[in-house]
């Protein structure tokens, strides 16, 4: 069963054209609350430095490849009016105009708020002036033995031209003057990307690489007199363009496209305040950039590689460390008789990925009644156990596939090899379908048990199989020896192996086929129950809500009246309580230590309630070029914890940030003599997990 993308409320049910926010704003205000977590002086100070240092990794990934690819289309032509109600160019001046907001709230940030905060913990940054002369003595010996070494200054004549200037690298843009001719030339430095961002000159001070290169330059242009230097960095369009034509291997395609892909146009250059006119208009002559495309910012730039100061080992100045639970499988006993007594529901880091989900497929690898493995691979870590659990039962000749997904962004050259390597050890690797990505999170172990019978014991999940950010994503996965869902995952992996044509499942909802329309249906039988006066009620959680069918379907739920709670982390293109469109829906995001990342959708049903969790988003990529699954947890207890979480979610006592109709939001702020609650710290320190001390 499906429903067109493209299907319009009926005239009865017409929606006004302007119900849908900026999807392009809504990400950069998503990155706005990680900035107010940063500037947050009540979280532990080497916390606000991490996520000072997420916000601009997350801002050059929106650069890379929101921006690129608007900028794209707009230069193709191919680019069309938002659902917004944006023509292309109002988009891209917006974001730019909202960008340059943001960057600068977050160098007054750095300079006003972390830095001095660090330093009365007796944490220095500092610049190169600002350093003792014993500290700059031994950074020149560091220059000369590990820096040095690596740097090719490259001068711009007739004979050189501009250098390529890769994208996401720092660089020191150089004017040096020839005593003897008194001839002035550009030349560009590298900063060395494989270095350390900040260099420690004496314990706890650190000074930014550029300055310890700054400070040296004569000695890369000796007999040249340095006239003047200035830092600057450029983001490159990265998102990648893959012809999925069926005649080519998608390997060796993506391959291609890598190379490719360091040449992409700028959309980003980055300068420090201070930087010259002239070296300005020589850069952006030759990088071919406009106005709006600068970003001056009172440096350091690359605040990204804070990450190297928040990893600091001050325990006093992080969060206090926990300790995963280990009770949801029994230590003691074979994990397969546990699935088989009943469904295991498991909610990541709270509950041990170790224990759980790892122990599920390294138990398949050496468990001799265990004749297959399957299993969907769309991020996982360098050294990951469940690959190494993988090649060992291929090689202890059980029969194991892996659909492994090689366009999952900037991790297509780890997928790479360890699709290579799964398929040195005698794995059977598939690279998903053409013109679609394999998001599903799923594992299927086919066992013969004691009893003789042939048994399917499955995983399905929110998140990926990654053992390191198992710990820091918030996730959701149900293992289970259901004969139904065992019977789905099956033919789900048919599909995906053997192009079946499955239509129709059990207990799973599957993308591109039948989850939208599913969820829709959903939302319509709950307008139907409230109109009859039974029990109606929609609570949504998902990292984004994009998709305009589903949207609709929830301003028509609201319209009838049915209560609607959305919990999104990132981008909302909902409107909520908006008076005649949507007076009963409310859109709450929550942001703390773990990213939430589960994505759990959950319908009144009269009185009965239906939930699903699963891997997919309410976004067009999500439910159109993806292959995702949601599963329905049929456990009443299970389902009765993951509505108590929902509601805790969009309690008014809750720290959270509210959304409202015109797309501001708005951080949840104490009364007088209360305080909020921290939905995560609850979670840690509830029955299930214990706390440690550092």
């Known amino acids: 069963m499906t429903v067109n993308p493209g299907h319009l409320?009926?005239?009865?049910?017409?929606?006004?054209?302007?119900?849908f926010?900026?999807?392009?704003?809504?990400?950069?205000?998503?990155?706005?609350?990680?900035?107010?977590?940063?500037?947050?002086?009540?979280?532990?100070?080497?916390?606000?430095?991490?996520?000072?240092?997420?916000?601009?990794?997350?801002?050059?990934?929106?650069?890379?490849?929101?921006?690129a690819?608007?900028?794209?289309?707009?230069?193709?032509?191919?680019?069309?009016?938002?659902?917004?109600?944006?023509?292309?160019?109002?988009?891209?001046?917006?974001?730019?105009?909202?960008?340059?907001?943001?960057?600068?709230?977050?160098?007054s940030c750095f300079r006003h708020g972390i830095a001095p905060a660090l330093g009365d913990e007796g944490i220095d940054i500092l610049r190169w002036d600002e350093l003792a002369e014993t500290e700059q003595e031994r950074l020149r010996r560091l220059f000369r033995d590990r820096i040095y070494p690596v740097l090719t200054p490259l001068v711009v004549d007739s004979a050189h031209p501009f250098p390529y200037i890769s994208g996401?690298?720092?660089?020191?843009?150089?004017?040096?003057?020839?005593?003897?001719?008194?001839?002035?030339?550009?030349?560009?430095?590298?900063?060395?990307?494989?270095?350390?961002?900040?260099?420690?000159?004496?314990?706890?001070?650190?000074?930014?690489?550029?300055?310890?290169?700054?400070?040296h330059l004569g000695q890369l242009f000796v007999g040249m007199e340095v006239v003047e230097h200035h830092a600057f960095r450029v983001t490159r369009n990265q998102d990648l363009e893959i012809d999925d034509d069926i005649s080519e291997g998608l390997l060796q395609a993506l391959e291609r496209?890598?190379?490719?892909?360091?040449?992409?146009?700028?959309?980003?250059?980055?300068?420090?305040?201070?930087?010259?006119?002239?070296?300005?208009?020589?850069?952006?002559?030759?990088?071919?950039?406009?106005?709006?495309?600068?970003?001056?910012?009172?440096?350091?730039?690359?605040?990204?590689?804070?990450?190297?100061?928040?990893?600091?080992?001050?325990?006093?100045?992080?969060?206090?460390?926990?300790?995963?639970?280990?009770?949801?499988?029994?230590?003691?006993?074979?994990?397969?008789?546990?699935?088989?007594?009943?469904?295991?529901?498991?909610?990541?880091p709270y509950d041990s990925f170790t224990t759980t989900v790892q122990r599920l497929i390294e138990d398949a690898a050496t468990d001799p009644r265990v004749l297959a493995i399957k299993q969907t691979l769309y991020r996982t870590s360098g050294d990951s156990p469940i690959v190494d659990a993988l090649m060992s039962a291929a090689e202890a000749g059980k029969q194991v596939v892996v659909v492994v997904e090689l366009k999952a962004r900037f991790d297509e050259r780890a997928n790479i090899a360890w699709a290579r390597k799964l398929e040195t050890a005698g794995c059977h690797v598939v690279y998903g379908f053409v013109g679609?990505?394999?998001?599903?999170?799923?594992?299927?172990?086919?066992?013969?048990?004691?009893?003789?019978?042939?048994r399917r014991y499955c995983h399905i999940g929110t998140g990926n199989y990654h053992p390191k950010t198992a710990r820091l994503y918030e996730d959701f996965g149900l293992l289970t020896a259901?004969?139904?869902?065992?019977?789905?995952?099956?033919?789900?992996?048919?599909?995906?192996?053997?192009?079946?044509?499955?239509?129709?499942?059990?207990?799973?909802?599957?993308?591109?086929?039948?989850?939208?329309?599913g969820l829709v249906q959903r939302i319509e039988h709950e307008i139907d129950n409230r109109r009859a006066g039974h029990p109606a009620r929609v609570r949504v959680k998902c990292n984004s809500l994009v998709d305009e069918v589903v949207i609709d379907a929830l301003y028509r739920a609201s319209r009838a009246g049915v209560p609607v709670d959305v919990w999104v982390r990132g981008i909302c293109a909902l409107r909520p309580g908006v008076p005649g469109l949507s007076d009963t829906i409310r859109v709450r995001s929550v942001l703390g230590r773990f990213l939430e990342h589960s994505r759990v959708f959950a319908f009144e049903n009269g009185g009965e309630p239906e939930v699903w969790i699963g891997s997919a988003d309410l976004m067009h990529r999500n439910l159109d070029r993806r292959v995702e699954a949601l599963v329905t947890v049929t456990d009443r207890a299970q389902r009765d914890d993951l509505l108590s979480l929902l509601d805790r979610a969009m309690d008014a006592g809750t720290h959270a940030w509210t959304l409202d109709g015109a797309g501001?939001?708005?951080?949840?702020?104490?009364?007088?003599?209360?305080?909020?609650?921290?939905?995560?710290t609850h979670l840690v320190k509830s029955r299930r997990w214990r706390t440690v001390d550092g």
């Open 9 to 19: 409320p009926q005239p009865s049910e017409a929606l006004p054209d302007d119900r």
């Open 21 to 67: 926010l900026d999807r392009e704003e809504s990400w950069l205000r998503f990155n706005q609350r990680v900035l107010e977590l940063a500037e947050d002086p009540a979280l532990p100070l080497l916390e606000r430095v991490r996520f000072l240092s997420i916000f601009s990794s997350n801002l050059d990934e929106f650069f890379m490849v929101r921006v």
């Open 69 to 107: 690819g608007l900028a794209r289309r707009m230069a193709t032509g191919l680019a069309v009016q938002s659902a917004s109600g944006r023509q292309p160019r109002e988009v891209l001046e917006r974001t730019g105009e909202v960008a340059h907001e943001l960057m600068q709230r977050q160098a």
């Open 168 to 215: 996401l690298s720092l660089n020191l843009a150089v004017i040096v003057k020839d005593p003897e001719t008194d001839a002035t030339m550009f030349a560009r430095v590298k900063v060395p990307p494989l270095l350390p961002r900040f260099f420690e000159a004496s314990p706890d001070r650190f000074t930014p690489l550029e300055d310890v290169i700054a400070a």
């Open 257 to 348: 496209e890598l190379l490719r892909r360091r040449f992409g146009p700028v959309v980003r250059l980055e300068v420090e305040e201070s930087i010259s006119e002239g070296v300005l208009e020589l850069l952006t002559s030759e990088l071919a950039v406009d106005e709006g495309q600068i970003y001056r910012v009172v440096g350091p730039l690359d605040l990204g590689g804070l990450s190297s100061i928040a990893d600091l080992d001050r325990p006093e100045l992080r969060y206090p460390p926990f300790v995963p639970s280990k009770e949801a499988l029994p230590e003691d006993a074979s994990i397969f008789s546990a699935i088989r007594e009943r469904d295991v529901l498991v909610h990541h």
């Open 436 to 454: 679609l990505k394999t998001h599903c999170k799923l594992a299927l172990i086919v066992r013969q048990d004691a009893d003789g019978q042939l």
């Open 482 to 517: 259901d004969a139904e869902v065992g019977e789905d995952v099956s033919a789900l992996f048919n599909h995906l192996t053997g192009y079946s044509r499955q239509s129709s499942y059990h207990r799973l909802l599957v993308a591109p086929n039948n989850l939208r329309s």
């Open 664 to 680: 501001t939001w708005t951080r949840n702020t104490a009364r007088p003599g209360e305080t909020m609650q921290d939905i995560q």
